[in-house]
């Protein structure tokens, strides 16, 4: 029997900082609004002009969690790249971080479950590991939203939340079945789908429908009913976790850290509270860079490593919610 042990952790992210403040000179916010609803004071978007890209993104927190594992890309076994915001609508963006990083053929898997992403990539790599298929998984999340966003008034409901960047963790065969990825849970509610969208560019509405719909057409932007994936994220993250906690027969007393995705300081506020959780026992970093998506749980989780919040033996808990709707656990003993 095996376990999976995350070995390394790295994020990138752009170094263009946008405030706040920034924001309030293009279009109708404020620091206060923004703020008071999310807890974001910054986010980093990508500037016109620079080289970053979701997979260039990626490629650079990989290379920081593969040699922090202690490995190569030679001892890569299988790619699995979280994105919403791909470099192209086709291929994915795993074979494009295959070629960028050099590796060899090895597999590599796109997965589109949005700010579930990374939990759900975490899921798969876990699965492949357990059952002796591959020894090192490398798990990338890479998010380019500023590239998609309506940074007009009209859009300000979503351009205020999100950032870009990318988070990478290599996951490796351990025969200690103590330690590592305790279990994953995994759930989806697709009646919700068009509540948090990007419609379009799909094969149903092409790029020549959107050129025609002028700026009437919207479907290219995000769109989101901001208070009932409220609503529904704050039960569903209670639930998710408690499921994991009671598969494994613990209580969130046993709770060293929970690292939840970052969608709303608020959010994890209601969570931290729900389980009588400290400040010390919860991470967050959306002040600084916003929601992230795939790749805030990552980043949350390298930098956390990063300032030593991990300890040998420690129990963490990962939570997200998000777009489909899709959400789920991970419970790792460190
Ligand atoms: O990661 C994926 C999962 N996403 C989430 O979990 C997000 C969940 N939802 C939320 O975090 C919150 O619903 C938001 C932060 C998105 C919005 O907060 P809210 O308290 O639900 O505000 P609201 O959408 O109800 O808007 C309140 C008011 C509206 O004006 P009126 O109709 O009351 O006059 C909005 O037009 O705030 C207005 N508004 C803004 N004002 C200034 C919306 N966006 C902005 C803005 N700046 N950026």
Not at 243 to 261: Q, R, S, V, Y
Not at 312 to 326: E, M, P, R
Request: proline share 3%; glycine share 10%; aromatic share 10%.
């Amino acid at each position: 029997m095996y376990s999976s042990k995350i070995t390394g952790m790295g994020h990138y992210v752009p170094d263009n900082i946008v405030t706040n403040d920034d924001l309030s000179k293009i279009m109708d916010t404020s620091d206060e609004w923004i703020q008071e609803r999310t807890g974001i004071k910054e986010r980093r978007w990508i500037k016109e002009g620079s080289d970053d890209s979701t997979g260039t993104m990626g490629a650079k927190a990989a290379r920081i969690a593969i040699e922090r594992a202690g490995l190569t890309k030679d001892d890569i076994d299988f790619i699995i790249f979280a994105t919403l915001s791909p470099d192209y609508f086709f291929p994915g963006n795993g074979v494009l971080i295959q070629d960028m990083l050099d590796m060899p053929t090895v597999g590599a898997l796109d997965v589109r479950n949005q700010c579930s992403g990374f939990v759900y990539s975490l899921s798969v790599a876990d699965q492949f590991i357990k059952t002796g298929m591959y020894k090192n998984v490398l798990v990338i999340g890479s998010e380019y939203h500023s590239g998609a966003l309506d940074k007009t008034t009209r859009g300000r409901g979503l351009a205020v939340l999100f950032g870009d960047g990318a988070g990478a963790a290599v996951l490796s065969r351990s025969e200690d079945i103590s330690k590592g990825i305790l279990s994953t849970h995994l759930h989806s509610q697709g009646e919700h789908a068009e509540v948090l969208t990007v419609k379009a560019p799909s094969i149903s509405h092409w790029v020549p429908a959107i050129i025609e719909g002028g700026a009437e057409d919207t479907s290219y932007h995000p769109f989101m009913d901001g208070q009932k994936v409220f609503k529904h994220a704050i039960v569903r993250f209670s639930e998710a976790i408690t499921e994991g906690l009671e598969a494994n027969k613990l209580t969130a007393d046993d709770i060293d850290m929970f690292i939840p995705h970052q969608a709303n300081l608020r959010i994890t506020q209601f969570v931290q509270r729900r389980f009588n959780l400290s400040d010390d026992q919860v991470y967050s970093n959306i002040q600084k860079y916003g929601n992230t998506t795939a790749a805030s749980i990552p980043i949350a989780m390298s930098e956390a490593w990063e300032e030593g919040k991990f300890k040998d033996g420690d129990l963490i808990v990962i939570a997200a919610f998000g777009s489909g709707f899709t959400w789920g656990s991970v419970v790792i003993r460190w």
